[in-house]
């Protein structure tokens, strides 16, 4: 059985009617360490990464909308999570001093559609100016100054605001603070944060720094895209539960590593693979890496020369068939997570249709070169021919991994 991972935690957010309206992603480390001391951006990116890549049937019920904290740096920074921003709320602390060059930050993002929540919000005048900028005022139910404060409520009450309570946890404070007009609820009362254990699919992106360079060229169309994540087993594996993680659903089936780039678009490409090149804490080996990209180029190649099936099928099929050695998932419980077409899930689980076929010869000539060499002349010329081209690119591309 695959090893479970501490991911992250959630606490979900509540209405006065106690439906979930949202939840809040939490950091957690595996070994106890706070988002400080592993360093605030980092455990940000940490939070979102496991989202989106973990394999765990906890994540699928984090709520659409997510409250996630950011460090008043990344505010600053060029470019925006890779997150559909209609989904994230940004808490932000209010202790920050709020000059004009982090409102403008603040009014930025906006624009492009994120919200803002002010938590541990302390009535402090000096927030006044801010407001028209905020959309949840999150107070502390636990704060010891909360009472002599709350009578300051109604100067910074605004249409737009929607109060949030948290670490309610009593009864009586749940009804409390709905009586004063607090539309939001959090804590031990209504739910504590559930740690979510999963299975990371966290690799190491092989040659990233080439990677990032070469989506990084203004000029890149789709194509070229598709054809530079298609190179590294990991990081299209990567990009394919993304897209269909609880923060993007993809609504339709996935038929190729291409629909996964054009769902996502090739600026927030991009941004995943800024991210992962940062974050990724394990390498597959060489040789899991080397045989997962010549099965998929295998599968391409013998596709194309017999006209039997589009070949950016066949590659995705060589492909997801290796996340075993990839990243110790099981093939089965991993396409799960995916919205694959049927006949793809069965090619590749039971080597059913014209798919399973390619994939089916496709792994017994890989078997007979890895331990059967006298046999290998025995094969088909044109199948043969596939798979010796297919392992001379692959070759190829690792030997330039290695020289970046």
């Not at 929607?162 to 946890?169: C, F, L, S, T």
């Not at 992106?205 to 598709?226: K, Y």
């Not at 190649?301 to 039997?308: C, F, G, I, K, W």
């Amino acid at each position: 059985m695959p090893t479970q991972k501490l991911l992250l935690a959630c606490q979900p957010i509540y209405t006065a009617n106690k439906d979930i309206y949202g939840t809040e992603l939490l950091f957690r480390h595996e070994f106890f360490a706070s988002a400080c001391e592993y360093g605030e951006e980092q455990a940000t990116s940490e939070v979102i990464l496991n989202l989106c890549t973990g394999i765990g049937d906890q994540l699928n019920k984090c709520s659409p909308k997510m409250f996630i904290n950011l460090p008043e740096k990344s505010l600053y920074s060029n470019g925006y999570p890779p997150l559909p921003p209609d989904k994230v709320v940004i808490e932000l602390s209010s202790s920050l001093d709020f000059k004009h060059k982090l409102v403008d930050r603040i009014k930025a993002w906006k624009q492009v559609g994120f919200s803002f929540s002010l938590d541990d919000f302390n009535f402090d005048e000096r927030l006044i100016p801010i407001l028209d900028h905020i959309d949840y005022l999150k107070v502390d139910a636990l704060d010891k100054s909360l009472e002599k404060n709350l009578h300051k409520q109604s100067t910074f009450i605004r249409p737009h605001i929607v109060w949030a309570a948290k670490r309610v946890e009593t009864e009586e404070q749940y009804i409390q603070f709905n009586s004063m007009g607090f539309r939001l609820f959090q804590g031990y009362f209504l739910a504590k944060p559930t740690e979510v254990q999963g299975q990371s699919i966290r690799g190491k992106i092989n040659n990233s720094i080439a990677t990032i360079n070469a989506t990084s060229l203004p000029e890149i169309d789709i194509e070229e895209m598709v054809a530079i994540v298609s190179r590294d087993p990991s990081l299209a594996t990567q990009l394919l539960k993304i897209a269909n993680s609880p923060a993007c659903e993809l609504l339709r089936p996935i038929k190729s590593i291409r629909d996964a780039v054009v769902f996502l678009g090739i600026i927030q490409v991009r941004k995943w693979i800024m991210m992962m090149s940062m974050l990724n804490d394990s390498a597959s080996s060489v040789g899991a890496i080397n045989l997962v990209l010549t099965r998929a180029k295998a599968c391409e190649n013998y596709a194309a020369a017999t006209l039997s099936i589009r070949s950016d099928q066949a590659f995705l099929i060589g492909l997801l068939s290796g996340v075993h050695l990839l990243f110790g998932i099981d093939v089965d419980e991993f396409l799960r997570q995916l919205p694959l077409q049927e006949e793809i899930a069965k090619a590749i689980l039971t080597h059913d249709g014209t798919l399973g076929q390619i994939l089916k010869v496709i792994k017994t000539v890989e078997y007979q070169v890895m331990q059967q060499s006298g046999t290998v002349c025995e094969q088909d010329a044109v199948l043969l021919s596939a798979y010796l081209e297919a392992h001379q690119w692959a070759e190829q591309i690792q030997m330039t991994a290695k020289a970046a």
